[in-house]
Nanobody, 124 residues
């Protein structure tokens, strides 16, 4: 079965950095667009970043543009999210997701598979 397993979350001070990883199995990874979403307590799931099949194109939410970087390694079936200059408002559970079409990438309802999430907490 398909599994997406996130790792790399933790507690960091404001201004710090983290790198999240999402290891995929059970699917043809290179055939899926990959994205990161986040969900803060009491809020809906929010789009963070997406990357197309080959990694040639990336998309970011305005709130993270210039601070976060999404990348993928198709040989390792892994997608990454580098996060710099972290702010307390970045605190959330971060999820990776896979979609087999490269459209509507900001819509969480369109995704085929989801990971269980990893907690990121940024202290002030």
């Amino acid at each position: 079965q398909v599994q997406l397993v996130e790792s790399g979350g933790g507690l960091v001070k404001a201004g710090g950095s983290l790198r999240l990883s999402c290891a995929a199995s059970g699917l043809t990874f290179r055939s899926y667009a990959m994205s990161w979403f986040r969900q803060a307590p009491g809020k809906g799931r929010e789009f963070v970043a997406a990357i197309t099949l080959s990694g040639s194109t990336t998309y970011y939410a305005d709130s993270v543009k210039g601070r976060f970087t999404i990348s993928r390694d198709n040989a390792k079936n892994t997608v990454y999210l580098g996060m710099n200059s972290l702010k307390p408002e970045d605190t959330a559970i971060y999820f990776c997701a896979a979609r087999n079409r490269v459209i509507d990438l900001t819509n969480p309802g369109k995704y085929d598979y989801w990971g269980q999430g990893t907690q990121v907490t940024v202290s002030s």
